[in-house]
């Protein structure tokens, strides 16, 4: 017997208030706990309610635990998901190039700008911040777990380039190739999470038509 | 997930032959093919099921398919190449463990 439209809206609005935030973790639970109950009532012949209300008094921590994050693991994920697009033919080419211009063909131009490179990269993050806030919570309104692992390492390297700069600042040499690296690992990374944002929209379309 | 210590480090194996065999799977119906198998002797926990399945994607070893099922929607999982070749190297490593555990455990069956 499937359960319909309403019952699965219940089991949505309980995880929802259980604070299990993120659509693709609280899609998969649905499902699974959707499954279970299912059984549940055709094996014990049971009402929606009566099932849903057994199944979660034995499995509730189990459930919450699956839907909950942990920092350490998506730390871990992100990290070596960004490694991996380092290690792109055409990411390693534009890196190359752009720092072989900026120290050699630029450097001299781009020295006096040093102080005001800091508040630049800020307002670059805020700037992405804000926009990425609007299209998935203002427009998309979805909130998904696969996306949203990949910020805490953005405000981690930001502050690995506050952190060069304050360890180099009575060295101009040593703070604008600080500068420089660390800047361009913030571009990169920005564009990273553009284009992972890209890639899983173009192969989850459906995600974002449900609830 | 029972006797946790010793099946943790596997899970991710079991996992990944289970799609080997079967092709492509949904979470719930891992839980109840491992449970079916082991004749109910081995529970794997959500707790410990998806986030092995989200790490296993995050590393390319899994893809995912998403499908419209009784009014909600189905996450399957199915192993990308990569995976297939891992899974390989995984059985094969889990294999030895458990003919080095057996010839500790118990040499005489060694023989």
């Known amino acids: 017997m499937a359960l319909n439209k309403e019952n699965i809206l219940f089991i949505d609005n309980y995880l929802k208030k259980s604070e299990v935030v993120f659509d693709d973790l609280r899609l998969e639970l649905v499902d699974h706990i959707a499954s279970a109950i299912t059984l549940k009532m055709s094996n014990e012949d049971l009402d929606f309610y009566d099932a849903f209300k057994s199944y979660m008094v034995e499995n509730k921590k189990e459930i919450l635990k699956a839907g909950m994050v942990n920092q350490k693991v998506n730390l871990k994920l992100a990290i070596s998901k960004f490694l991996n697009f380092l290690k792109l033919k055409g990411v390693i080419v534009f890196s190359v190039v752009l720092f072989f211009l900026a120290s050699n063909t630029f450097k001299a131009s781009l020295i006096p700008y040093l102080p005001a490179f800091q508040s630049t990269i800020l307002i670059a993050i805020m700037a992405f911040t804000i926009i990425w806030i609007t299209v998935f919570y203002g427009i998309l309104r979805k909130r998904f777990f696969v996306l949203e692992n990949n910020t805490f390492l953005l405000y981690i390297i930001f502050q690995l380039f506050n952190f060069s700069r304050m360890l180099w600042e009575n060295n101009p040499e040593m703070e604008f190739y600080a500068s420089l690296s660390i800047g361009l690992l913030i571009v990169l990374y920005m564009f990273f999470m553009c284009k992972s944002s890209i890639e899983f929209y173009s192969k989850n379309k459906d995600l974002y038509a449900i609830g | ?111």
């Open chain 2, 1 to 111: 997930m029972k006797n946790s210590q010793l099946y943790k480090g596997s899970l991710n194996t079991i996992i990944m032959k289970l799609l080997e065999e079967k092709g492509r799977m949904y979470g719930y119906e891992i839980t109840q093919k491992v449970k079916e198998i082991t004749l109910g002797e081995l529970n794997i926990t959500e707790g410990a099921l998806y986030p092995a399945l989200h790490k296993l994607e995050a590393e390319g070893l899994l893809d995912v398919e998403i499908e419209k099922v009784d009014n909600r929607m189905r996450k399957y999982y199915k192993l990308t190449e990569k995976g297939a070749t891992e899974t390989v190297n995984r059985l094969a490593e889990l294999e030895e463990f458990i003919k080095n555990m057996q010839n500790i455990v118990n040499p005489k069956l060694s023989y």
